[in-house]
């Protein structure tokens, strides 16, 4: 859905560089959810953020990987010190409310370490 | 846990014509729904469709529906009248109703590549 916004769409980094990927959820939208997929994977959950809280992060790597959603401003991923398995497609979604329904998703940042 | 099981790779379908992609899950949970998402080669994730556990009726959004089979724990999707602009990758996905941590996560399967022939 064109309404999350994700940028940069492409980004490329040397090992030991880092990441931010930046997510602005739909407006109204105060649940954000970021997600990871390998190559010829499915998507797998990494984080859920509300505005200044981490709800869940049991799907983030333990170390290099950070996100937050303050107040003002997108929900930022950071990764640290990438490696070339941080290679991936990172989806962000939102939704009005941890919803029973679609939470909408961005067009995702491409993420190629060299 | 959840898991969605996908088994077709690849499926080629004529235009025009209905195609079903097959989707399987795994759960202990009662309760939860059912979702397919479809992302074409430009990369976004399109949602297509949802169907809760407890819905009565198989959902349809246009062109898309799901057949859903409890006992079986199927939730396959078919597309009526295959247009080139099918052709993508289609992802079943679920995720539990309860409060408490996880409850918010969907599960995805591998997906599916479909072809659609002219």
């Known amino acids: 859905n064109a309404g999350v916004m994700q940028n940069p769409r492409h980004l490329v980094r040397r090992r030991g560089q880092e990441a931010r990927l930046r997510c602005s959820p739909m407006k109204g939208h105060s649940h954000v959810y970021w997600y990871r997929q390998l190559p010829e994977e499915g998507l797998k959950f990494m984080v859920y953020?509300?505005?200044?809280?981490?709800?869940?992060e049991s799907g983030m790597p333990k170390e290099r990987f950070s996100a937050e959603f303050p107040k003002e401003g997108p929900s930022i991923l950071r990764i640290q010190q990438v490696v070339r398995g941080d290679s991936a497609a990172y989806f962000c979604?939102?939704?009005?409310?941890?919803?029973?329904?679609?939470?909408?998703f961005g067009q995702g940042t491409r993420l190629t370490v060299v | 846990a959840q898991k969605i099981t996908q088994t077709q790779p690849g499926m080629f379908v004529q235009e025009k014509e209905a195609v079903t992609l097959d989707c399987t899950y795994d759960?202990?949970?009662?309760?939860?729904?059912l979702f397919w998402y479809k992302q074409p080669s430009s990369g976004e994730m399109i949602f297509l469709i949802y169907q809760g556990s407890y819905d009565q009726q198989n959902a349809t959004e246009g062109r898309y529906s799901l057949n859903f089979q409890k006992a079986r724990k199927s939730a396959n999707l078919v597309i009526s009248a295959s247009q080139l602009g099918d052709s993508a990758m289609y992802f079943c996905?679920?995720?539990?109703?309860?409060?408490?941590?996880?409850?918010?996560?969907?599960?995805f399967g591998k997906g599916t590549k479909l072809s659609v022939i002219p």
């Open positions: 979604a939102s939704s009005p409310q941890a919803s029973n329904t679609e939470a909408f």
């Open positions: 996905a679920m995720r539990p109703f309860y409060s408490g941590a996880g409850s918010y996560q969907l599960t």
């Open positions: 953020l509300q505005k200044e809280n981490i709800i869940d």
């Open positions: 759960t202990s949970d009662p309760s939860y729904g």
